[in-house]
């Protein structure tokens, strides 16, 4: 008798927690973004090899539910943390602001 895969489901849970508890790390939320997809299509393949045994388990729908969580909330970190930070950080001005801050800090720490 077939059974389903759980091990993929597990494994799309602890994506899809890794996902929302990462998502708003700047440039680190691009790997939350990678891992919950990859969650999402985990869930999806646990989900089905349970459904053609004919069995049901809670954990691929768990997982499932994470990864699409970490799948948003890793996008909205992405768009807001990220591309703002780089953004910022481009501009010619705050360059200078952040140079002057730090050779500022340095000058006071000699002291």
């Known amino acids: 008798m077939k059974t389903g895969n759980k091990v993929l489901g597990i494994?799309?849970?602890?994506?899809?927690a890794f996902a929302i508890v990462t998502?708003?790390?700047p440039f680190f939320n691009i790997v939350s973004l990678i891992a919950a997809i990859v969650?999402?299509?985990?869930a999806i393949l646990s989900k089905k090899s349970f459904k053609e045994a004919?069995?049901?388990s809670p954990v691929p729908t768990v997982g499932l539910v994470l990864s699409i969580v970490g799948l948003?909330?890793?996008f909205i970190g992405f768009l807001t943390c990220t591309v703002c930070t780089a953004c910022v950080?481009?501009?010619p001005e705050v360059q200078k602001a952040?140079?002057?801050?730090?050779?500022s800090a340095?000058?006071?720490?000699?002291?």
């Open 98 to 103: 952040i140079e002057s801050a730090a050779q």
């Open 106 to 111: 340095a000058s006071a720490a000699a002291q």
């Open 54 to 56: 004919g069995q049901t």
């Open 23 to 25: 998502f708003y790390v």
């Open 39 to 42: 969650g999402l299509v985990l």
């Open 11 to 16: 494994v799309a849970i602890v994506l899809g």
């Open 89 to 91: 950080a481009s501009d």
């Open 72 to 74: 948003v909330l890793a």
